[in-house]
């Protein structure tokens, strides 16, 4: 697959490049395509759901073709191209336009292979089943071009760059590929999977109200974010933390299985502090009195400032910014080191304070956290790198080990 795909815009006024209202850093591109030139795309690795060519949408995209061609774009939704950039030239013909789409380097294996978990996300984000509708259509075109009054179809295609300081492709598909049916965590809701998650965080003290356990509830936390988090911190899976950023869908998996489900109830004693541990780093990161030793913390690619302090709902943890989970989650993530597992219980415990932890090294971790951050191309990648998991983890062990050695030398009396 070589890169860019040039593609044929028929007239200029069937493209328009759009602003991001909040990112200066992501650009999108509006277009008018006809099948033919959409079908020199690629699906790539963005959507590696495969379309279902018995399915009833891809059947009446199908019977929209053949009988009413000329209204596909309408009918259609488009499709949603992930790119690293794309620029507009001059091209050939009257009114047409050159589109060139960078997919950042060649290479079958960078895009193409839906198991490389941590490639580049490119191609199809959203829109895989009416990419194979045109794919499939143009294996008929000279079957369909003998229809009378036939005419080859357009689609609506956005591209859209990956390259944005707030984007998160998985997140993005995630949100994208909505469809009839009920989401999987809904279902879940409704078979009342989560109420033991429920009456652990309640017993905390934890306002239920503002977690979404439904698709379309709205509140400051969806249940399946805090699944995620909570995987972070369970026995014997250390190495899960890179894949767990990328995907929550992951985590949901792991706790609706009996046997995952066990070790994240053996979390109950610790289960608030470890779920909104993000927030309590990003308070603290953000407060006044640390601001001091901040250097252009407000300046983060992966820090959001506030307008007014907002306080969490259910914590008392308050912000003036608002932190990237790429940044925050490896840090948080760290802590599972300072976790130990009652032999007689199998529930686990904070064997030093982790505040106090914390307070200790909030220096440290933002060293971690600006060094890593400076060595990758995107804010998204720095919450899948390996590298900077270990880093903090690494910090968090020498400050358990220090303060294991204090409780041996100066003995509670």
């Given at each position: 697959?070589?890169?860019?795909?040039?593609?044929?815009?028929?007239?200029?006024?069937?493209?328009?490049?759009?602003?991001?209202?909040?990112?200066?850093?992501?650009?999108?591109?509006?277009?008018?395509?006809?099948?033919?030139?959409?079908?020199?795309?690629?699906?790539?690795?963005?959507?590696?759901r495969?379309?279902?060519?018995?399915?009833?949408?891809?059947?009446?995209?199908?019977?929209?073709?053949e009988t009413s061609?000329?209204?596909?774009?309408?009918?259609?939704?488009?499709?949603?191209?992930l790119?690293?950039?794309?620029?507009?030239?001059?091209?050939?013909?009257?009114?047409?336009?050159?589109?060139?789409?960078?997919?950042?380097?060649?290479?079958d294996?960078d895009?193409?292979?839906?198991?490389?978990?941590?490639?580049?996300?490119?191609?199809?984000?959203?829109?895989?089943?009416?990419?194979?509708?045109?794919?499939?259509?143009?294996?008929?075109?000279?079957?369909?071009?003998?229809?009378?009054?036939?005419?080859?179809?357009?689609?609506?295609?956005?591209?859209?760059?990956?390259?944005?300081?707030?984007?998160?492709?998985?997140?993005?598909?995630?949100?994208?590929?909505?469809?009839?049916?009920?989401?999987?965590?809904t279902?879940?809701e409704?078979?009342?999977?989560?109420?033991?998650?429920?009456?652990?965080?309640?017993?905390?003290?934890?306002?239920?109200?503002?977690?979404?356990f439904r698709?379309?509830?709205s509140?400051?936390?969806?249940v399946?974010?805090?699944?995620?988090?909570?995987?972070?911190?369970?026995?014997?899976?250390?190495?899960?933390?890179?894949?767990?950023?990328?995907?929550?869908?992951?985590a949901?998996?792991?706790y609706?299985?009996?046997?995952?489900?066990?070790?994240?109830l053996?979390?109950?004693?610790?289960?608030?502090?470890v779920?909104?541990?993000?927030?309590?780093?990003?308070?603290?990161?953000s407060?006044?009195?640390?601001?001091?030793t901040?250097?252009?913390?407000?300046?983060?690619?992966?820090?959001?400032?506030?307008?007014?302090d907002?306080?969490?709902?259910?914590?008392?943890?308050?912000?003036?910014?608002?932190?990237?989970?790429?940044?925050?989650?490896?840090?948080?993530?760290?802590?599972?080191?300072?976790?130990?597992?009652?032999?007689?219980?199998g529930?686990?415990?904070?064997?030093?304070?982790?505040?106090?932890?914390?307070?200790?090294?909030?220096?440290?971790?933002?060293?971690?956290?600006?060094?890593?951050?400076?060595?990758?191309?995107?804010v998204?990648?720095?919450?899948?790198?390996p590298?900077?998991?270990?880093?903090?983890?690494?910090?968090?062990?020498?400050v358990?080990?220090?303060?294991?050695?204090?409780?041996?030398?100066?003995?509670?009396?």
């Amino acid at each position: 697959m070589k890169s860019p795909i040039t593609l044929r815009v028929s007239d200029p006024d069937h493209c328009k490049r759009i602003k991001d209202p909040f990112d200066p850093y992501l650009h999108h591109l509006e277009t008018l395509l006809s099948f033919s030139e959409v079908n020199k795309l690629v699906s790539g690795n963005a959507n590696v759901r495969r379309p279902k060519e018995s399915s009833k949408p891809y059947k009446q995209m199908i019977k929209t073709v053949e009988t009413s061609p000329r209204a596909f774009h309408i009918k259609n939704r488009g499709i949603t191209f992930l790119c690293a950039s794309f620029d507009l030239s001059s091209g050939s013909g009257a009114g047409a336009r050159q589109l060139n789409i960078h997919l950042d380097k060649d290479g079958d294996n960078d895009f193409i292979d839906p198991e490389v978990s941590d490639a580049q996300k490119v191609g199809i984000a959203d829109g895989g089943h009416t990419f194979a509708v045109i794919s499939d259509t143009i294996r008929r075109f000279d079957e369909l071009k003998a229809i009378e009054d036939w005419a080859e179809p357009y689609v609506r295609v956005r591209f859209i760059t990956s390259k944005g300081a707030y984007l998160v492709p998985e997140e993005m598909v995630e949100a994208l590929n909505t469809s009839t049916q009920v989401k999987e965590h809904t279902m879940d809701e409704y078979r009342n999977e989560f109420q033991p998650l429920k009456d652990i965080l309640a017993r905390s003290g934890f306002d239920l109200s503002n977690i979404s356990f439904r698709e379309n509830d709205s509140a400051e936390w969806d249940v399946r974010e805090i699944l995620q988090r909570l995987a972070c911190f369970l026995k014997d899976k250390p190495a899960l933390g890179p894949q767990l950023y990328r995907s929550q869908q992951k985590a949901l998996k792991m706790y609706i299985d009996p046997k995952g489900r066990e070790d994240f109830l053996a979390l109950e004693d610790v289960m608030a502090d470890v779920a909104f541990l993000p927030e309590f780093i990003e308070s603290q990161f953000s407060s006044k009195e640390h601001m001091k030793t901040r250097n252009r913390f407000g300046g983060l690619r992966v820090v959001k400032a506030l307008a007014d302090d907002y306080t969490y709902p259910s914590l008392n943890y308050k912000t003036r910014h608002r932190l990237h989970l790429a940044a925050t989650l490896p840090l948080a993530g760290a802590f599972r080191e300072l976790l130990q597992t009652d032999q007689k219980t199998g529930k686990q415990f904070w064997i030093v304070d982790w505040k106090e932890a914390f307070k200790r090294t909030a220096d440290e971790l933002y060293r971690a956290l600006t060094n890593n951050l400076a060595t990758v191309t995107q804010v998204a990648s720095l919450g899948s790198d390996p590298t900077y998991w270990t880093t903090a983890a690494n910090v968090i062990l020498r400050v358990k080990s220090e303060m294991l050695q204090e409780r041996i030398n100066h003995p509670a009396t």
